[in-house]
Structures are given as structure tokens and as C-alpha cells.
């Protein structure tokens, strides 16, 4: 499965829908190598992109969603600190000889998960910081 970066997954805002182009672009890369027979070379890097991405990127909308004073914040913060505990959870798990085919399925669902999330929450969010600078 391939994501592609559509107007369902727009948010309005430059910063936010960039940095989701770039998470897109990783994911369908480690979708790619997994076609290929070599996720489990893919996911090392992909993981610690992840813990990268959700750190910086989490910051960045958290950071907008106090400075617009967005009413939902407290609960999109909890979502991200949420998704960042069981994304450490999950990798936690893998084992040093490398991850396993239900490793591999774990990391995916808990892409759909974000993926879910800027569909939903983050669409919010930018609709709200579009309104609000109008």
C-alpha cells in the first residue's frame, strides 16, 4: 500500500503538511524495500526516522496549537504523548537480531494510526489556524 499526500490528508498549513510529505515519503519507502523482501534492513532506519519525526513534528503542532490558543489542544497533546509512549513500546520490543514479521505489522498499524490522526485531528487543527489568521 502506498500513501499519497491528498487533499484528505491537507491540512492548510505549509509547516504541518510538509513534515507529513516527508513522513509519507518514508513510509512508502519502507513499504517498497518490504516489497521487495528487505524491510527488516528498512525498518532500522525508518524507526529512529519515526522517533525523530514524532518528536520534532509533535513539538511543531503543539507549539502552533498553543500560540493560536486552539481549544482542542489539550487532547491533541494527549494523543501525541500517547502515540509517542507506545511507539517506544513497540520498538522496545524488537528484538537486537532484528524485528520479526509481527514487528513489521505492529510499526504499519501504528503508521495507520497517524495516518488516521492528520486525517481527523490535524485537518482540525489546520483548518482552525486558517481560520484564525483570516
Do not use: W
Not at 498549513?13 to 516527508?22: M, V
Not at 505492529?106 to 484564525?132: M, W
Amino acid at each position: 500500500m502506498v500513501y499519497e499526500f491528498t487533499k484528505d490528508l491537507e491540512s492548510g498549513n505549509a509547516i504541518i503538511d510538509s513534515e507529513h510529505k516527508e513522513l509519507l515519503r518514508v513510509v512508502n519507502k519502507l513499504m517498497d524495500e518490504c516489497s521487495k523482501g528487505k524491510g527488516r534492513t528498512a525498518l532500522e532506519p525508518t524507526i529512529k526516522f519515526l522517533m525523530d519525526y514524532v518528536n520534532k513534528h509533535f513539538s511543531h503542532e503543539d507549539q502552533l496549537q498553543k500560540q493560536s490558543n486552539y481549544p482542542n489542544k489539550d487532547n491533541h497533546y494527549k494523543f501525541h504523548e500517547s502515540y509517542k509512549a507506545k511507539l517506544k513500546e513497540i520498538v522496545s520490543k524488537i528484538q537486537p537480531s532484528g524485528p520479526s514479521v509481527s514487528d513489521m505489522a505492529a510499526i504499519n498499524t501504528h503508521i495507520g494510526v497517524l495516518i488516521a490522526h492528520i486525517k481527523t485531528e490535524d485537518k482540525k487543527l489546520g483548518a482552525y489556524l486558517k481560520a484564525s489568521h483570516a
